[in-house]
């Protein structure tokens, strides 16, 4: 319980967390509790109108329900084992592809071979293929947007990728010498919000051999066709990196944890959005006001943290990356420093664990410029205010750099709202709920008599309604400011 002087009319931004994925991550590969979601209470019944005319009342936003929070992640990395990997599969190409070529492929949906088409070959290495099925015409006129998409991503991808991960270029197989993107007009997955592309690594003894798979989906333009090439080649490029840097002799993965391999695959794709759009990472955009370029606008709009789920991975993972970016940069980093660690770090885990090799990992890599008491559940909590009260504090620790007000972004647009509102003169609480390890954040605002506010935890399974298992959590770390 934790009392607030009186002082009518103040407003606080109060963020907690579960911690229990990132204390996971200390001593072995980071857990996940797939199923289940925190549920927390938050008392704020003044403490001079107890009985029952302070009764809790519902707060100003609607309840969640557990029922609410719906497993969005459809994950896009496929990683074949040597033994499971069949004739058939790129990886055993024993020459270089060349144009209008038809060739046999292996559908590793269907389990059958299927003719393609090389449509493309850029710079002699990036094969575009087409999985010969459907509406051709449909694919002419979205190959030119291809054709661009593949440009941004040559200027501004593919610098980044070698500097932060390793500088080679990725191989599908050691007889092309080429890197297979295959296009299709469906992925098996289509009944997903999920991925219009999907990518593929295998490794034999030190070699990584990768190659993606690109929906033909008309709805791109080319900057966000070239946003998702990009997101698909940085995963194998991660692929690479794990596999260079693991202890002799194991296996590797291509991240410790979904959060690190698909949010650092976002903070590359937006990196490289922003070098292509020309604009800088701390430009405190308003986002309702459009923006002159069609990159630009696309840029301001990514600019958003999703729904803040942190342990889901993608744009929600991305915005705590990009503010850790921007922290080790105020520290003295410079830019292309702060993502590389941020970027390896991400995917060698919160303490370098990946369940084969013990790498460096993000806390150390950020402690070498931040300093020992740097703490990773202070930093999500950290993160969380710095958009709770982006622009509402002038405390320049609370601030998101990126986007103006970025806690009033529509939910609909992806922005992160706060789990409840509460006014203490009210009374009220409100039960919240949130996927495993992703922090929270409410408003609490002194109707008069000041603020007391309780958090009571468990743990629950939305699967079982009611819960049948409630399971209790010790500590819950919290960090209040406030903001007026
Ligand atoms: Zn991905």
Known sequence: MCRLRAAPGAEYALAFLDPSAVRSAETSLEES???YIVSLTVDSTPTDSAGPAGAARAARLPAQA????????????????????PLGSPKSRSRPWSLNERFEILDPYRGSFKSARVLRIYGGEFVVAWFEQGDSARLLTWLPRLDSAFAVVQE???PLLRSMFVNAAPRTSTGSGQYLILLRDSLPRDDLPGPVGVSYATTVGDTVFTWIHLKV????????????LTHEMVHSYQRMYMHANRAPGVESV????????????????????????????????????????????????RAQPASGE??????????????LVLRLMRAGSTLDHAVREVSRGAIEG???YDGYTRRTGLVSRVRAVLGDRWDPEEALLDWTLSH???????????QDRTSLRIWDIPSDRAGWRASADLTSAEGGSASVYRRYGSPFYVYLRDGGGGVTFRIAVSRVNPNEMPPAENIPMVVVPWKLVRIR
């Open 156 to 158: 501004h991808a593919f």
């Open 254 to 301: 291509t991240g410790a944890a979904l959060w690190g391999v698909e949010g650092g695959a976002n903070l590359i794709s937006y990196e490289t959005m922003r070098r292509y759009a020309g604009m800088p990472l701390d430009a405190n955009l308003d986002w309702r006001v459009p923006q002159a370029t069609a990159a630009a606008q696309f840029v301001a709009r």
């Open 388 to 398: 709770a009260a982006d622009d509402l504090t002038g405390n320049p620790d609370f």
């Open 217 to 228: 989906d008309t709805a791109y333009t080319h900057t966000g066709l070239a946003s998702l």
């Open 350 to 352: 919160w303490y370098g």
């Open 310 to 323: 942190f342990t889901a991975g993608y744009d929600n993972a991305m915005g705590f990356m990009r503010y």
């Open 33 to 35: 509790f797939p199923g």
């Open 66 to 85: 557990p029922g609410d929070i719906v497993e969005t992640v459809a994950d896009d990395v496929v990683e074949t084992t040597v033994g499971d990997d």
